[in-house]
């Protein structure tokens, strides 16, 4: 099974809710969040732990995991250890998603559609892509090219040591790393975000796609 779940937020939480929803986690992921300067991060942060808890606890409930049984990689990855569940999480402003599946090594990333200074990336992208970025004044082509390239690097597990460079993406549905193949799956949230999954399997029966809403929350 392959399952997405995403929240968007646009205001803080009151601080009696958030302290409701952090005692739901363990220590060391309450410690991470706490650090964070920004609201937005340590809400976005709390909200990718409860995503995933929420999801492993509807749709994988057979595994018996939680987040306490959550390790840490050497390059920073989180993971479940001999589990057969792979989870990724990513966050943009006001958006919040995580895929967890159990057919194999997931990534993903998400990205809000806003203007950027592009001078600098063009090293990242092949000709083509470059072409298009530059003749694309709303910069979706190029939130598309970055994040097809992070969900793989993402999935990969050794995150900024490699060079997005090293990803190819030259179809919308396949990228290669090292000779490796990924499968890339565009992820609808709204017009505002790009967002994309990289697998290491072909998805043949879909992802299953569910937002949480603020009032639906995780208690």
Known sequence: ?????????????????????????????????????????????????????????????DYKLTLHDILINDWGRPFFKDSGIDFNISHTDGCVVCIIT??????????????????????YMDDCQWAEIVSDSSYTSFYKYWTMKESV????????????????????????LYGYKWYLTEVFIDSRYVCYAATDFSIRD??????IMMGDMFL
């Open 153 to 176: 690097i993402k999935a990969e597990g050794r995150g900024l040591s490699i060079p997005l460079s090293d990803v190819k993406t030259n179809t919308p549905d396949v990228a290669t």
């Open 1 to 61: 099974m392959n399952v997405i779940q995403y929240i968007r937020f646009n205001t803080q939480l009151p601080a009696a809710l958030f302290e409701l929803y952090m005692n739901l986690l363990p220590e060391k992921d309450r410690q991470n969040i706490r650090k964070f300067l920004r609201w937005q991060d340590r809400e976005a942060a709390l909200y990718g732990r409860l995503l995933l808890a929420s999801g492993i606890d509807k749709f994988f409930k």
């Open 102 to 123: 159990d057919e194999g090594q997931a990534g993903i990333d998400i990205e809000l559609i806003r203007a950027i200074e592009t001078d600098g990336f063009e090293k």
């Open 206 to 211: 879909g992802i299953k796609i569910r937002e």
